[in-house]
């Protein structure tokens, strides 16, 4: 039987897939309401998670002085770099539980100021114990900040519009690094022994208090859903409703009830969980240990030291697009991946021999940044479609949270070899053995499916 199109809601969208109730209306008109809520919803997500990365790797820069000031060596540094991770991801699942049950700009407002707080709050610790203690309460207050973001666009946004709204807001992290060094190495330097504070508690202070007015910010100035958003029109609101209601009818509904359990038991998970735990891992020398690294060639200037980690941090973010845009132009991850990872330990493994040229050692950071940076959006690439949509859904948050083993680890790897030996050469090379086997992995373990890029892949 012919469906006649009677221009009335619901008549002949009904038999298309599309909702009851649904809104004739065309792509450019969608398009723009989605570009509107995009301009309002991540400028601010953008700021929020660049201070999230400053807050989590200023760590590095505050060791320059607190090792002396506090007596800490470098091997209790390394645990405490770590410990934001055990509590990140024991409560990353419980935080965005949270969100459902209060809504995002109270859930918002909850992490921003306690882990601003926290943050501010870590220029008091007088005791490695002490420096523990904070770390812990920083992941566990930052925990689910990310997914928060992510679950929240969702209510505003369907997926092929979502991730570039994600795309956007995750170059804060990249920012974090640009701008961080340098403004941290300012505080640090120039207001050392201000009215008798030093220069990592002034750092700690007004690096974690923005936070604070970031979240008041959010609680503010956004809204949980689009119904509740005064800055869209009836019409704006109804158009998100039904191209959401629209992209439910059309998902295919879960089957698996024991999707998690199932993805413990898949051997797949843990190969993949294994490759972006690398990579992720390779990212915290930089993160972490590049001041020290600068430290330890004659630079002594706190400014100097902030504006030489610029470098690694620019080159990388120009290295990864290219890198990215190149894959998604050629349809190719496989041999992508594995050279990014491959160059990287190569790097790592010259490292050791730049210790007496500062600019050799900033060009071999900044093929490590490009490398284990540019991996990571490749490898996000490859779970859903090795594993299929069904398997993906637990797959991919089991495989995100074993790769938050590599940030765990790699810190403590590098600080108890440097109390050791007195040099990261030992823990250079280690990071460089596991990233060489990643890329093995990537070139003959992991199946030609699991990397071949379809016409309908969303670019990585």
């Keep these: 039987m012919t469906t006649v199109d009677t221009g009335l809601p619901g008549a002949a969208n009904s038999s298309k897939g599309v909702p009851p109730g649904a809104m004739r209306a065309d792509p450019a008109e ?85 882990w ?45 519009e979502r991730a570039k709204a994600t795309g956007m807001f995750m170059v804060g992290g990249q920012i974090a690094g640009l701008i961080g060094g340098p403004v941290s190495g300012l505080i640090m330097g120039g207001m050392h022994d201000f009215i008798g504070l030093r220069g990592w508690q002034w750092m700690f202070l ?11 910010a959010c609680y503010y100035f956004l809204s949980d859903k689009p119904e509740q958003a005064a800055w869209l029109s009836d019409r704006e609101k109804q158009l998100v409703a039904d191209a959401l209601e629209a992209e439910r009818v059309r998902a295919k509904p879960a089957t698996a009830r024991n999707r998690i359990i199932h993805a413990f038991l898949d051997p797949r998970v843990y190969l993949l969980a294994f490759l972006v735990l690398t990579v992720q891992g390779g990212g915290m020398l930089i993160n972490f240990w590049l001041p020290t690294m600068i430290r330890g060639l004659g630079v002594q200037s706190m400014a100097n030291i902030g504006y030489l980690t610029m470098i690694p941090f620019a080159v990388g973010t120009v290295g990864v697009l290219a890198i990215t845009y190149l894959s998604d132009r050629l349809k190719e991850r496989r041999f992508h ?109 992991v199946p030609t499916k699991a990397t071949k890029v379809g016409a309908e892949e969303t670019p990585a």
């Design 30 to 114: 969608q398009k723009a309401t989605f570009g509107k809520i995009i301009r309002h919803l991540v400028p601010l997500l953008f700021i929020g998670y660049t201070f999230a990365f400053i807050d989590r790797i200023n760590v590095g820069f505050a060791q320059l002085q607190m090792k002396t000031d506090l007596g800490i060596s470098d091997a209790q540094f390394g645990i405490a770099a770590s410990m934001f991770f055990v509590t990140y991801v024991i409560f990353e699942v419980p935080s965005n539980m949270l969100l459902v049950r209060i809504g995002a700009r109270k859930q918002l407002l909850r992490i921003m100021i306690l």
């Design 116 to 160: 601003g707080i926290t943050s501010a709050a870590t220029m008091f610790v007088q005791t490695p114990g002490q420096l523990y203690f904070a770390r812990l309460l920083l992941g566990l207050f930052e925990a689910g900040f990310f997914p928060c973001m992510i679950l929240y666009l969702s209510f505003w946004l369907p997926s092929a």
């Design 206 to 216: 007004l690096e974690g208090l923005p936070c604070v007015f970031i979240g008041l």
């Design 337 to 445: 991946f594995a050279i990014c990872v491959l160059a990287a330990a190569a790097a790592a493994i010259l490292l050791p021999s730049s210790d007496k040229s500062l600019a050799m050692t900033l060009f071999l950071v900044s093929i490590i940044g490009i490398g284990v940076w540019a991996a990571i959006p490749i490898f996000w690439s490859l779970p859903a479609r090795w594993l299929g949509k069904e398997e993906a859904v637990a797959g991919i948050g089991v495989i995100a949270a074993l790769g938050q083993f590599g940030p765990f680890l790699s810190p403590m790897v590098i600080g108890f070899t440097m109390s050791a030996t007195g040099t990261m050469v030992t823990g250079l090379y280690a990071h460089a053995a596991v990233l060489i086997l990643a890329g093995l992995l990537m070139l003959f373990v």
